[in-house]
């Protein structure tokens, strides 16, 4: 994969008020090249609507992560969550991105970066430690030039300190359901694969599919796709090499070599 392209730092920004905003992803204005919508390196807040399917899946994901008692609650942090970035970001901010492309259904699409609020603080490090969102997502070397697989132990870290300190959606997690809800996920996905083996199997020889046409009910036919990831990996096309897939949230090594195997880039 080639390597990342260089972070720049935009200072003086500000949040633009907009109903799309969320905890992990909001517009902002920078002072020379008008308005974009950033979202979070390393973390993921709760959603706050469950308007398509895929907003659905994650909710469902979230609630399970958090072991929390019902998806409302989930989507009840994610509003807290939002009203918790809009609070820290009432004067300007500094931004630093590659601008890269971080996919979206929204018009403008979006770009990661790394948020410091106007104190210095990292924003996507704070909503982890207040326990109103987890580590997950896109990951890449920090503005201060850490690895990022080091960044994401220190957030790791973090967010299993917010879990003990029982804050933000922690407060409401119950261990045992928290257990459960995820072992109903990964048998979700264990049977979602075998679906798919089963449908791959039966319709072979077909052609595999191509990552970067291919509709959102064929992706979910590849080993690892569910909604979520096959939607992420709608919002981020095209495609040059299957690398470029490492960008998609969710998507590591390990789903990567299974892709290369079933489907194909043009």
């Not at 490090?125 to 960044?151: M, N, Q, S, Y």
């Amino acid at each position: 994969m080639p390597p990342a392209l260089a972070l720049q730092e935009i200072g003086g920004c500000t949040l633009v008020d907009n109903a799309g905003n969320d905890g992990d992803s909001f517009r902002v204005r920078t002072p020379e090249d008008g308005e974009h919508v950033a979202r979070l390196y390393y973390v993921d807040c709760p959603e706050t609507t469950v308007g398509t399917p895929a907003d659905a899946a994650r909710v469902r994901d979230q609630t399970a992560w958090f072991g929390l008692p019902s998806h409302a609650e989930t989507v009840a942090f994610g509003r807290q969550a939002a009203a918790r970035t809009r609070a820290l970001l009432p004067e300007p901010f500094t931004i630093h991105t590659s601008f890269a492309a971080a996919g979206g259904r929204g018009r403008d699409g979006r770009i990661y970066a790394f948020v410091v609020t106007a104190d210095g603080r990292d924003l996507a490090e704070i909503l982890v430690k207040e326990g109103l969102a987890r580590v997950f997502g896109v990951r890449r070397e920090t503005p201060a030039g850490v690895h990022r697989d080091e960044a994401v132990e220190r957030l790791r870290d973090l967010e299993l300190a917010a879990a003990l300190e029982r804050r933000g959606a922690w407060s409401r997690s119950d261990p045992e359901r928290l257990v459960a809800l995820r072992a109903e996920e990964r048998a979700a996905a264990l049977q979602l694969q075998g679906v798919r083996a089963e449908v791959r199997a039966a319709s072979a020889p077909v052609e595999p599919p191509d990552l970067n046409t291919a509709s959102l009910e064929e992706l979910m036919l590849l080993p690892g796709i569910g909604a979520v990831r096959a939607q992420a990996i709608i919002d981020k096309r095209p495609y040059r090499q299957f690398d470029d897939l490492l960008q998609v949230d969710g998507i590591g090594r390990v789903t990567l070599e299974m892709l290369r195997e079933q489907a194909r880039l043009k």
